[in-house]
């Protein structure tokens, strides 16, 4: 699978924050007066310009001079949101992706169908 290099912005760091805050407290609960926008900056390991590349055994998330590397097994599952795919390493801590990196639908389909087939893999 050929790298998917793509950009993530504030708007994308706050859905994933929602989602998380959703596997811990479920739908409607969570910490209201939390605020995602003070906890990242604007090109950091957050967000900024990133590429992932997946292979058998997992993946290298990289991007303003820090790489993440993961092995498939530390997969829990993945998620599709409105704006962002997200592969999950526990309740609230994954790595998430712009639903908008993707060329067409097609290819997200295989990219998801990729990593669900691998995550939690021994």
């Known amino acids: ?3 998917l290099k793509y950009h993530r912005d504030l708007a ?3 859905e994933f924050v929602r989602l998380a805050q959703a596997r811990v407290y479920g ?3 969570g910490s209201r007066s ?9 090109a950091g390991w957050v967000l900024g310009s990133r590429e992932i590349t997946m292979t058998e ?3 290298v998330d ?3 001079g820090t790489a993440l590397s993961v092995d498939w097994p530390a997969i829990e599952g993945v998620s599709v949101a409105r704006n962002i795919v997200v592969l999950w390493m ?5 790595v998430f992706i712009p639903r908008i990196a993707f060329q067409s639908d097609d290819d997200e389909r295989s990219f998801i169908e990729f990593a669900g087939k691998r995550a939690g893999a021994a």
Do not use: I, L, V, Y
């Not at 526990?90 to 994954?94: I, S, V, Y």
């Open 90 to 94: 526990d309740r609230t801590a994954g």
């Open 57 to 59: 055994q997992g993946f």
């Open 62 to 64: 990289a991007g303003n």
């Open 34 to 42: 939390w605020q995602p926008a003070r906890c990242r900056k604007d």
């Open 12 to 14: 994308h760091w706050t």
């Open 27 to 29: 739908s409607g609960c």
């Open 1 to 3: 699978m050929s790298p």
